[in-house]
């Protein structure tokens, strides 16, 4: 069974930082593409950036590009979203989520993920 286990949010003041992590189990994490998606309060759910795990094949959405960096470690079945000069905008619910289909970043991003695990709250402050 696919399960994806995400940790790290929290409250921060804007300009501050916070780390992500998803952990994965149950499936071979290296044939997998880790998402990182967001949804605040009454607004739609957002792609922010995603891996290819195998090859380190990155994509992010242009709202978080040169603040938020997305890396794995396959070695612990985890992915990473390293999230700098945090703005009161990117307050959200942050969910991981994977796809073994292997279809391009940019449209997992847009489209969605196979398997989602449970959100972690970021709260930037101003």
């Known amino acids: 069974e696919v399960q994806l286990q995400a940790s790290g949010g929290g409250l921060v003041q804007a300009g501050g930082s916070l780390r992500l992590s998803c952990k994965g189990s149950g499936f071979t994490f290296d044939d997998y593409s880790i998402g990182w998606f967001r949804q605040a309060p009454g607004k739609e759910r957002e792609g922010v950036s995603a891996i290819k795990v195998r090859d380190g094949n990155t994509y992010s959405a242009d709202s978080v590009q040169g603040r938020f960096t997305i890396s794995s470690d396959a070695t612990k079945n985890t992915v990473y979203l390293q999230m700098n000069s945090l703005k009161p905008e990117d307050t959200a619910v942050y969910y991981c989520?994977?796809?073994?289909?292997?279809?391009?970043?940019?449209?997992?991003?847009?489209?969605?993920?196979?398997?989602w695990g449970k959100g972690t709250q970021v709260t930037v402050s101003s």
């Open positions: 989520a994977a796809d073994f289909r292997g279809y391009g970043l940019g449209y997992l991003l847009s489209g969605g993920m196979d398997y």
